[in-house]
């Protein structure tokens, strides 16, 4: 089974214009991004609507496929990147642009999610300790998952489920497994081809998750458990915590 990459990058964010090219410790963030899956799939490639970034890939030596400037999601700009550079590949792993630490690990967790034959589409979940806090437990930005015994989504959600009835928040994530959302996803070719086809569903617009398009018609998410944090950027706060991170993570292997 062949793995390829698409990393999908817009110049244009509401919150973080340029987050793409952002530096971080000296190397623009979607570079970060790219050497981090080089080598762990069989392919990969940005997929952009920008010159910019296209410029700035090329010029480190990366792989970059210039996509429409109309699209609503990643998934669809990584459908269209499959479509000009995927020949021949199983499946796609859709890698968000701002995260320049995804691990090894991660991507291979995820990749072995498709040794089950019937997974049409894998993502992964990270399990929330009692150290993380329940303020990160409530936080809307970290969506929850649930699982059935097979590992497959029940459903997603920015609110906290399941709710204990039966005991005070202050013991919920000592009593129960909850599990955070990472942001990586992976499809079979067909799978991607069918749901970028999709209407956006009520459950989607109520949560404002895509993949509860998903669900809502029908489609099944294998979900892979990862130990591993990983550091988002969606603000240039964000960024500076990367950049203290990354500081940190250079000191320890020094």
Known sequence: MKFIGIIPARYASTRFPA????????????????????????EAYVATDDERIEAVVKAFGGKVVMTSIDHKSGTDRCYEAFTKVGQGYDVIVNIQGDEPFIRHS???????????????????VKPFTPED?????????????????????????????PYQRNAGKQDWLAGHTYYKHIGLYAYRADALKEITALPQSSLELAESLEQLRWLENGYTIKVGISEVETIGIDTPQDLARAEEFLNQQEAKNA
């Open 19 to 42: 987050k793409p090219l952002a530096l971080l410790g000296g190397k623009p963030v979607i570079q970060r991004v790219y050497e981090q899956v080089a080598g762990v799939l069989d």
């Open 106 to 124: 991660q991507l291979e967790a995820v990749k072995s999610c498709f040794d089950d034959a019937s997974t049409q589409i894998a993502t992964l």
């Open 133 to 161: 806090g329940f303020a990160a437990l409530e936080n809307v930005n970290s969506p929850k998952v649930v699982v059935n015994k097979n590992m497959n989504a029940l459903y997603f959600s920015r609110s906290i489920i």
